[in-house]
């Protein structure tokens, strides 16, 4: 099995995401939840495509291998992000600003917590800012790439069960 593709589609799913976030964060549309549903569309899209097309380079492949494939498509696209992620709120400090901002507004409205608590939320999360958002992009990507590899595999048209 020679023909894994999975650093590329990984690359170009990355590098999409990153051009859509800054494309949201120009627009001010950052801390829309639906932005961040179609960020998560590109990865599961293109780990399923990766799968499809290992499957297609690779006649025979196993259920596992196409799965093994798709894992890895989402590893790439997952540590890419993370990097890029960071070196973004490097460049556009007011990132960080904008987000506690929008999690505030959040907690407010939810109408569940003190304002004590909420300022204990946020003094938290501004100091623990970069381990959230790692861990965040962390966790998020390997779910749905989890979920979008087990997707790739079960369609892909040359897997043996």
Known sequence: MSNK?????GLTAAIIQFVMNLGFYFAKLNTEKWTSFLTTGVLVVAVILACLDYAKKNPGSTF??????????????????VL??????????????????AARKQMEEGGKATPD?????????????????IGGILVGSMIFGL??????AAVSPKAKQ
């Open 64 to 81: 596992g291998n196409i799965f093994a494939n798709g894992f890895r498509t989402t590893a790439v696209i997952t540590v890419i992000g």
């Open 147 to 152: 979920i979008a590899s087990l997707i790739g």
């Open 5 to 9: 593709n999975h650093i590329a589609y």
């Open 84 to 101: 890029l992620a960071v070196v973004m709120v490097l460049i556009f400090p007011d990132i960080k600003e904008i987000s506690l901002e």
């Open 117 to 133: 608590q909420i300022e204990t939320a946020l003094d938290l999360t501004k100091r623990m800012y970069y381990a959230f958002l």
